[in-house]
């Protein structure tokens, strides 16, 4: 009989090769070498199932949803409207009304911003946290210009862990609103401890949304459990196509929230003197939707449920400690953020060399890495660094490639030390 | 690893060790440039005399080795020329760095022909050449 470790070992490398056979991207070649992606962060790999469901979708079960009276436009409504159950159940919502269906987890924010936005009042406060990135933050720095609301900022520790001291403080004079913070941050790996904020905010008499961009490639995300309010996502890394995201919100704020944009779907009725609403989530989608993209959110979340969040989770697990450990030994580099809890995602900087200059070196050996501010201006000032180099990790991703990764920044120190 | 032909020793010794380096004492210009994309920035000083020429050129660049080395290789190269040929270098080096040919008379700076393989770079080495002509057309309209 085998050795039970050796027999668990096995089953992960067969497991991951299966994985990888489903991306045909990661056969291509970059520059002559294999593929080394190492910037799911920005924005994941597709894999055939997501592919072929678009195809497919425009090849034999296309047209517009919701409003045609024939066969085609009564099915594609279906496997639209499919989307969202599925969704709601990713999530752990209460009912399927709670989803609605965005372009990105920057414009759920924005949805957020302009219509729950709109109820607040001079002077209550929008809080938001040190680590977030440009897209949890612009928009309520918009809405603050716009209406007069208070934008305060909750600072992190060294670590790059949430300052959740400074958060109660923050939250003690009871004109906090609303309560924005990532789940995972997209530069330091930092995952929040969500259900303890969303207590600490509900205790304060605000409401909390959570964006979970990274987050929800990495964890399962139960908004109950986590007794959120808003919780945002988007598609795109999540393996799916770009051009399709979600927010979910609790129903009874959805249902007090004025719309979002105007135009066909939203509507109830429609004359010239007024209109009225459709009801949630249909008041929040105006125009025709990203139909296909939908289809294919879809298509990416049932082949992540397809592994399941215990696998993806253990693997990522894995291979972040292995590369903190294998990145740790590379001559001169620095990693940024050393929260305890924290997810794949590892910024760093080398000794003086800038990080342009890593992440074109290493894309000359085939290795996609992200390079710069990463969206977070006020996180680099905070860190004191202009830019950082950042490697982030996907369901994807072999040991050996971060070890080439390690191997090949040492070589880059070389030519620069 | 794959020795990229954009990092070439010329490059990688003058972002390590610039040459033209500083502050200028006595430069009657005064010019800076930056990419808010990912914070480069570049200070540059000039002298100039009465007929129009760069007589010398000093930057401060904080950036990236392909920055800090057009930077440097600029400041070398633009002494002593006038505007109408320190456009030209411009533009031949435009050429260079969007077609990977560089033309004759380039010099040194045809190291940087190969970013037309790294696109998202070329604005790393047209940087100072920016704001060198920035400066010298805020000169031009005084």
């Given at each position: 009989?085998?050795?039970?470790?050796?027999?668990?070992?096995?089953?992960?490398?067969?497991?991951?090769?299966?994985?990888?056979?489903?991306?045909?991207?990661?056969?291509?070649?970059?520059?002559?070498?294999?593929?080394?992606?190492?910037?799911?962060?920005?924005?994941?790999?597709?894999?055939?199932?997501?592919?072929?469901?678009?195809?497919?979708?425009?090849?034999?079960?296309?047209?517009?949803i919701?409003?045609?009276?024939?066969?085609?436009?009564?099915?594609?409504?279906?496997?639209?409207?499919?989307?969202?159950?599925?969704?709601?159940?990713?999530?752990?919502?209460?009912?399927?009304?709670?989803?609605?269906?965005?372009?990105?987890?920057?414009?759920?924010?924005?949805?957020?911003?302009?219509?729950?936005?709109?109820?607040?009042?001079p002077?209550?406060?929008?809080?938001?946290?040190?680590?977030?990135?440009?897209?949890?933050?612009?928009?309520?720095?918009?809405?603050?210009?716009?209406t007069?609301?208070?934008?305060?900022?909750?600072?992190?520790?060294?670590?790059?862990?949430?300052?959740?001291?400074?958060?109660?403080?923050?939250?003690?004079?009871?004109?906090?609103?609303?309560?924005?913070?990532?789940?995972?941050?997209?530069?330091?790996?930092?995952?929040?401890?969500?259900?303890?904020?969303?207590?600490?905010?509900?205790?304060?008499?605000?409401?909390?949304?959570?964006?979970?961009?990274?987050?929800?490639?990495?964890?399962?995300?139960?908004?109950?459990?986590?007794?959120?309010?808003?919780?945002?996502?988007t598609g795109?890394?999540?393996?799916?196509?770009?051009?399709?995201?979600?927010?979910?919100?609790?129903?009874?704020?959805?249902?007090?929230?004025?719309?979002?944009?105007?135009?066909?779907d939203?509507?109830?009725?429609?004359?010239?003197?007024?209109?009225?609403?459709a009801?949630?989530?249909?008041?929040?989608?105006?125009?025709?939707?990203?139909?296909?993209?939908?289809?294919?959110?879809?298509?990416?979340?049932?082949?992540?449920?397809?592994?399941?969040?215990?696998?993806?989770?253990?693997?990522?697990?894995?291979?972040?400690?292995?590369?903190?450990?294998?990145?740790?030994?590379?001559?001169?580099?620095?990693?940024i953020g050393?929260?305890?809890?924290?997810?794949?995602?590892?910024?760093?900087?080398?000794?003086?060399?800038?990080?342009?200059?890593?992440?074109?070196?290493?894309?000359?050996?085939?290795?996609?890495?992200?390079?710069?501010?990463?969206?977070?201006?006020?996180?680099?000032?905070?860190?004191?660094?202009?830019?950082?180099?950042?490697?982030s990790?996907?369901?994807?991703?072999?040991?050996?490639?971060?070890d080439?990764?390690?191997?090949?920044?040492?070589?880059?120190r070389?030519?620069?030390? | 690893?794959?020795?990229?032909?954009?990092?070439?020793?010329?490059?990688?010794?003058?972002?390590?060790?610039?040459?033209?380096?500083?502050?200028?004492?006595?430069?009657?210009?005064?010019?800076?440039?930056?990419?808010?994309?990912?914070?480069?920035?570049?200070?540059?000083?000039?002298?100039?005399d009465?007929?129009?020429?760069?007589?010398?050129?000093?930057?401060?660049?904080?950036?990236?080795?392909?920055?800090?080395?057009?930077?440097?290789l600029?400041?070398?190269?633009?002494?002593?020329?006038?505007?109408?040929?320190?456009?030209?270098?411009?533009?031949?080096?435009?050429?260079?760095?969007?077609?990977?040919?560089?033309?004759?008379?380039?010099?040194?700076?045809?190291?940087?022909?190969?970013?037309?393989?790294?696109?998202?770079?070329?604005r790393?080495?047209?940087?100072?050449?920016?704001?060198?002509?920035?400066?010298?057309?805020?000169?031009?309209?005084?």
């Amino acid at each position: 009989m085998m050795d039970q470790t050796v027999a668990s070992r096995t089953d992960v490398v067969g497991s991951l090769r299966r994985i990888r056979a489903d991306f045909p991207i990661l056969s291509q070649k970059v520059h002559g070498k294999d593929l080394v992606f190492l910037d799911s962060a920005a924005s994941a790999q597709k894999p055939r199932q997501v592919i072929d469901a678009m195809a497919d979708t425009m090849r034999t079960q296309y047209a517009n949803i919701h409003r045609g009276l024939y066969w085609m436009s009564e099915r594609t409504t279906e496997a639209y409207e499919a989307v969202r159950d599925q969704v709601a159940a990713f999530l752990g919502a209460q009912a399927r009304e709670e989803i609605v269906f965005t372009r990105n987890s920057t414009e759920a924010i924005n949805l957020v911003a302009h219509s729950f936005g709109s109820l607040l009042k001079p002077g209550q406060v929008v809080l938001v946290s040190e680590m977030e990135h440009h897209a949890n933050l612009v928009p309520w720095q918009m809405l603050r210009d716009r209406t007069g609301v208070e934008l305060r900022v909750t600072p992190i520790t060294d670590d790059g862990a949430l300052d959740m001291d400074a958060l109660a403080r923050n939250l003690s004079d009871g004109q906090v609103a609303l309560v924005a913070i990532t789940h995972m941050s997209n530069v330091l790996g930092t995952i929040t401890d969500a259900r303890a904020i969303a207590d600490m905010a509900h205790a304060a008499g605000a409401k909390v949304l959570f964006d979970g961009s990274q987050l929800a490639v990495h964890r399962r995300v139960d908004v109950r459990a986590l007794d959120a309010d808003f919780y945002v996502v988007t598609g795109h890394k999540l393996y799916g196509p770009t051009g399709i995201g979600v927010l979910w919100a609790r129903r009874e704020i959805l249902d007090a929230m004025p719309p979002f944009l105007g135009g066909g779907d939203m509507i109830s009725t429609v004359s010239f003197e007024r209109s009225t609403w459709a009801s949630v989530p249909h008041k929040f989608e105006a125009g025709t939707p990203a139909i296909i993209e939908t289809i294919g959110l879809g298509a990416a979340l049932a082949y992540i449920e397809s592994i399941g969040f215990d696998a993806i989770g253990a693997h990522e697990e894995a291979l972040t400690a292995h590369a903190l450990k294998v990145l740790g030994n590379v001559s001169g580099l620095k990693v940024i953020g050393t929260a305890p809890d924290r997810g794949g995602v590892i910024s760093f900087t080398m000794d003086d060399v800038h990080p342009h200059d890593i992440a074109t070196l290493l894309d000359r050996n085939g290795i996609a890495v992200r390079a710069g501010h990463h969206c977070a201006e006020p996180l680099m000032r905070r860190l004191g660094v202009s830019a950082t180099a950042r490697a982030s990790f996907g369901i994807y991703t072999t040991p050996e490639e971060i070890d080439f990764l390690a191997a090949t920044l040492e070589q880059i120190r070389g030519f620069f030390v | 690893m794959a020795q990229d032909d954009l990092y070439r020793t010329v490059v990688l010794e003058r972002a390590r060790t610039p040459r033209y380096a500083g502050p200028l004492a006595g430069a009657q210009l005064q010019g800076e440039g930056s990419n808010p994309l990912c914070g480069d920035r570049v200070k540059l000083q000039a002298g100039v005399d009465a007929q129009g020429r760069v007589t010398a050129l000093r930057h401060e660049t904080r950036g990236c080795a392909i920055c800090a080395a057009s930077a440097d290789l600029m400041a070398e190269r633009v002494a002593g020329q006038d505007r109408a040929r320190i456009s030209q270098m411009h533009a031949e080096l435009v050429t260079a760095v969007e077609t990977g040919i560089a033309p004759e008379g380039l010099g040194d700076l045809s190291v940087f022909a190969p970013l037309h393989r790294h696109r998202s770079r070329i604005r790393c080495a047209m940087l100072p050449w920016s704001a060198l002509i920035g400066m010298l057309n805020d000169d031009k309209d005084r």
